[in-house]
């Protein structure tokens, strides 16, 4: 009865903030080498339950997911992306796991349509939950527009910054259960067909991304070159930052050089927290890795 009540307590969006507040405690003292109980400490749980709660979350255990966050890690799969990448250019999604199941379309908008920000388009949204918190996800009758992780944020104001002059309404899709799925890591029933504003430029660059296979990294630079413009890395990385649809297209995937992290429009915790999930579910031999405990 106990056990249950606690399932209760801990709903969805609890086990997101207390998963993103032991990742931010993990970042900022990685260098003490934290133990089990000083992370469930910064979380307010007790070891045992954040024990639980973390492996019902991330499907292994704390310690192993760990791994997949150290710097070590994000340097290995940086140094064996190049490869991999390439192959997944060569062979189209058919070859990045999940992404061979997704067969996401990315339908650039006309330039018409681009420019008056929406005028007589009609976009739904609905507010939908994740492994990685709260998001909205935005459709029109073409696919989804935006998918943006909220905190605080309020979600119609988030998407009348996007479309200036469209016409929204709040009405959940059947596109945004299915965009829920996926997040969740089921195999979705279909296409998730993409309706994207952006430019020429943003656009190629989004498309790179859709190709990083899951459970690896790649980097800003290695982006670039695929691009065949290996001197607008910054160029990149600001495409990076205003990729309108979150995980979908997976900029999370992109760390810099070095094998630090780096930023994150949704949140740098967050985008731990999905670096290491995705690790954790496409690679489950981690001996010999290090750990932090």
Request: glycine share 8%.
């Amino acid at each position: 009865m106990f056990l249950k009540v606690i399932r209760f307590y801990f709903t969805l969006m609890d086990t997101y903030e207390i998963i993103a507040r032991a990742l931010g405690y993990i970042r900022d003292h990685a260098n003490r080498q934290p133990s089990l109980d000083d992370i469930a400490a910064s979380a307010n749980i007790s070891p045992y339950h954040f024990q639980r709660l973390f492996t019902e979350w991330a499907g292994i255990s704390p310690k192993k997911f760990l791994q997949y966050l150290t710097l070590n890690y994000a340097k290995r799969c940086l140094k064996e992306n190049r490869s991999l990448f390439d192959t997944a250019h060569q062979t189209g999604l058919s070859g990045t796991g999940r992404l061979h199941d997704l067969f996401i379309n990315l339908e650039g908008m006309t330039p018409g349509e681009y420019k008056n920000g929406g005028e007589n388009l009609t976009i739904y949204f609905s507010v939908q939950s994740s492994p990685y918190g709260e998001f909205v996800v935005a459709s029109t009758d073409r696919g989804v527009c935006n998918l943006f992780f909220i905190d605080d944020e309020n979600p119609a104001t988030l998407l009348e910054k996007e479309w200036s002059s469209a016409r929204l309404i709040e009405e959940e899709q059947p596109i945004h259960r299915q965009v829920s799925a996926f997040l969740f890591q089921e195999k979705p029933n279909g296409p998730i067909a993409l309706r994207l504003k952006g430019t020429s430029f943003q656009l190629k660059v989004w498309q790179a991304l859709l190709q990083i296979p899951e459970g690896t990294l790649t980097s800003y630079g290695v982006i670039a070159d695929h691009l065949d413009t290996p001197s607008a890395q910054r160029a990149v990385g600001t495409a990076i930052g205003r990729n309108p649809v979150g995980y979908l297209i997976p900029c999370h995937r992109v760390i810099k050089s070095m094998g630090e992290t780096g930023g994150y429009r949704w949140n740098p915790v967050r985008k731990q927290a999905m670096i290491g999930r995705e690790a954790a579910q496409t690679d489950q031999d981690l001996e010999g890795q290090q750990t932090l405990f």
